[in-house]
């Protein structure tokens, strides 16, 4: 399957160099650019990609804004965000993280790992390292979502005790791939748990998934 992308940078050349990189890919096409936050908004609800890759400082329209109307709560099938900045801040990560973004890149990442980054989100894994998911996660979680009563029972008893191995694995920030190497079970069988996890759990991505084991306690012993 081609991953389609859809590029917002105000900056030509990078824009250009983003484009070069993602086209070399045999399984990467760019549908389409932006050079601002309205024509982002705009080109993405139009063209429907896969995955937009957002710098936060956009004219008019900053990306985490751009990104709370294309991919926030509310918004039916949104694309993947990866957020791509010069300014590595908490408060940056924490903003995007909550506008509905699946991943955050600084802008002097090897385009590599770019690249890598946009197949990560793409299959639906948040990219965030596991210092990342510990030191601001962690330290937003409360604000990520909202915060409710405890519940009466323990929420994580709809989980399987294989499910909860991977829900903890996702909280430290492990891929699918690294789960599949930690619990020595192949990688489609990795995606079947989350997926399960996902449903049984009522979550949209991974990126909650982990903001849910913060909130909950269960991440306290990764």
Known sequence: MTIRVVICEDQEIVRTGYMTAFDAQPDMAVVGVAADGPAAVETVTALKPDVVVMDIHMPLLDGIEVTRRIAGPGVVEPPKVLVVTTFNVDQYVYDALRAGASGFLLKDAPLLELVNG??????GESLLSPTVTRTLIGR???RLRPASPAPAEDPLAVLAPREREVLRLIARGLSNAEIAAELVISFETVRTYVSRILTKL???DRVQAVVFAYRTGFADDT
């Open 118 to 123: 946009v197949r990560t989100v793409a299959r």
């Open 140 to 142: 937003f979680a409360d």
């Open 202 to 204: 009522d979550l949209r």
